[in-house]
C-alpha cells in the first residue's frame, strides 16, 4: 500500500467506478391502475457513469428529488440495479447480502444527511464505534487494541481528549459533534470510498465548514475516494475536486468543480449558480413567475421529458432539445469539461 505521507502514484487512481447506472422504481398502483395494465416506473437515475478516484472529492450536486441518494445507494450496493455496472478497482461487483457484502462494505462506507437518526439513541459513541470495529475486523486482539484503536478514530475525527466523548450517547453531542462521530463509525471499518450523502446539510451553517474540512483532511491523509452529494453547488466548489451536475436522474456537466462552477456551461448549472447565494432558495418563492429565466418545476420522473429533460425550462432550448439526447460533447478549452447539451454540439457552432 502506498504510503499516506508521500506523493505516491497511486494517487487519482480509480477505486469506485459507475458506467450505466441506471434505477427504475415500479410505481404501486390502486385497482383501477392494475386493471389498466400499463406499468408504471420511476426514472430515479439513467444512465449515469461516474468515477472515484483515490484522494479525490468528487461532487454530485442537484435538486432534491434529481436521484442524488440513489445514486449513492446504488453505490453502496443498498439497491439491485435496474442496468449499468459498479466497478471496485475494476472488478464489477453484485453483492446481494452475506459475506460479499460486508467485505464490500468494509471497503465503501456510507455517512449520511442526519447524524441523529443514523446513531442509536441508546447507545454510547463507545458502542458504535466499537461496534465498527469489531464488525470489520479491526478492534485488535486485547481490550488495550481496541481502547487505543477507540481514541485513534476519535482523533481522526478531532474529538479529543477521547474521554470526554466516549461514553456521551448521542443526545449529550451537538449536531456537529454527532456527525463526527458517525465519520468515525464508518472510518471504523477503514475503507477507500466515503459516500457521503448531503453530510453537512442538517447542521448549523457555522458549523458545516468544520466537517467539511474534517472529510477534506481524511481524503488527503487517508487518501479516501469521496462523493460529496450537495444541493449547494457553492459548497462544491469550495470542497470537491471534481464536480458532477445531475438534472431529473441524469449528468449534465461535469468537470474540475472550479471550471464547473466559475465557467458553467449547462443551462441547469447556470440557473444553479444564480440561484446559489441562498440554495434554499432554490425551492422557494423565487421560483414561481421566473419562467423566462429558466424556473419551473423539475419534470415527473414517471414520464420524463423526451430529448434533454431540461428542455421544457432551458431558456435556450432548441427543436432539436425536445426529441434528441444529448451525449457528453466537450466544452470549450478545458481538459475533461463536458456538457449533455445541444449548444456544445460542433455542427451548431458551425451552422
Ligand atoms: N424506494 C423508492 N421507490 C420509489 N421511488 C423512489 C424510491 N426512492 C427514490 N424514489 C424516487 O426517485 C427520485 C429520486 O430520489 P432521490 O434519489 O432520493 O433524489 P435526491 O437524493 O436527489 O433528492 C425521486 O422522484 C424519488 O421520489
Ligand atoms: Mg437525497
Known amino acids: 500500500m502506498a504510503s499516506p505521507t508521500t506523493d505516491a502514484p497511486a494517487a487519482g487512481e480509480d477505486v469506485l467506478e459507475a458506467v450505466g447506472l441506471t434505477k427504475h422504481f415500479p410505481v404501486r398502483r390502486r385497482l383501477r391502475?392494475?386493471?389498466?395494465?400499463?406499468?408504471?416506473?420511476?426514472?430515479?437515475?439513467?444512465?449515469?457513469?461516474?468515477?472515484?478516484?483515490?484522494?479525490?472529492?468528487?461532487?454530485?450536486v442537484g435538486e432534491s428529488g434529481s436521484g442524488k441518494s440513489t445514486v449513492a445507494r446504488l453505490l453502496a450496493q443498498l439497491q439491485p440495479l435496474t442496468a449499468g455496472t459498479v466497478r471496485l478497482h475494476g472488478t464489477p461487483v453484485t453483492v446481494r447480502g452475506g459475506r460479499p457484502f460486508r467485505a464490500y462494505v468494509r471497503r465503501v462506507q456510507m455517512i449520511f444527511q442526519d447524524p441523529f437518526a443514523s446513531l442509536n439513541p441508546v447507545h454510547t459513541v463507545r458502542y458504535h464505534l466499537t461496534r465498527a470495529l469489531r464488525v470489520h475486523g479491526n478492534a485488535g486482539r486485547s481490550s488495550a487494541d481496541l481502547e487505543a484503536a477507540l481514541a485513534g478514530l476519535l482523533d481522526r475525527v478531532s474529538l479529543t481528549p477521547a474521554e470526554r466523548y466516549l461514553d456521551k450517547f448521542?443526545?449529550?453531542?451537538?449536531?456537529?459533534?454527532?456527525?463526527?462521530?458517525?465519520?468515525?463509525?464508518?472510518?471504523?471499518?477503514d475503507?477507500?470510498?466515503?459516500?457521503?450523502?448531503?453530510?453537512?446539510?442538517?447542521?448549523?451553517?457555522?458549523?458545516?465548514?468544520?466537517?467539511?474540512?474534517?472529510?477534506?483532511?481524511?481524503?488527503?491523509?487517508?487518501?479516501?475516494a469521496v462523493l460529496y452529494i450537495t444541493h449547494d453547488i457553492a459548497s462544491a466548489r469550495y470542497f470537491a475536486d471534481e464536480t458532477l451536475v445531475m438534472?431529473?436522474?441524469?449528468?449534465?456537466?461535469?468537470?474540475?468543480?472550479?471550471?464547473?462552477?466559475?465557467?458553467?456551461?449547462?443551462?441547469?448549472?447556470?440557473?444553479?449558480?444564480?440561484?446559489?447565494?441562498?440554495?434554499?432558495?432554490?425551492?422557494?418563492?423565487?421560483?414561481?413567475?421566473?419562467?423566462?429565466?429558466?424556473?419551473?418545476?423539475?419534470?415527473s420522473l414517471i414520464r420524463p421529458p423526451a430529448g434533454c429533460r431540461f428542455h421544457p425550462r432551458c431558456p435556450a432550448a432548441m427543436p432539436r432539445c425536445g426529441t434528441d439526447l444529448p451525449p457528453r460533447l466537450a466544452v470549450g478549452d478545458r481538459p475533461g469539461h463536458w456538457a449533455a447539451c445541444w449548444l456544445y454540439d460542433p455542427a451548431e457552432a458551425t451552422s
Open 170 to 189: 448521542p443526545h449529550e453531542l451537538s449536531g456537529g459533534q454527532r456527525q463526527r462521530v458517525a465519520i468515525a463509525r464508518a472510518l471504523g471499518a
Open 191 to 224: 475503507p477507500e470510498v466515503l459516500l457521503a450523502d448531503e453530510p453537512v446539510s442538517m447542521l448549523d451553517v457555522s458549523i458545516r465548514l468544520g466537517v467539511l474540512n474534517l472529510l477534506r483532511d481524511l481524503k488527503e491523509r487517508l487518501r479516501l
Open 33 to 60: 391502475g392494475l386493471l389498466s395494465r400499463t406499468r408504471l416506473t420511476v426514472h430515479a437515475v439513467d444512465d449515469v457513469d461516474l468515477t472515484l478516484r483515490r484522494g479525490r472529492v468528487t461532487a454530485l
Open 247 to 299: 438534472y431529473a436522474g441524469r449528468l449534465v456537466e461535469g468537470g474540475d468543480s472550479e471550471t464547473v462552477t466559475q465557467h458553467p456551461a449547462h443551462p441547469y448549472t447556470r440557473l444553479l449558480i444564480e440561484s446559489a447565494p441562498d440554495p434554499d432558495r432554490i425551492t422557494g418563492a423565487t421560483r414561481a413567475g421566473d419562467g423566462e429565466r429558466g424556473g419551473g418545476e423539475p419534470p
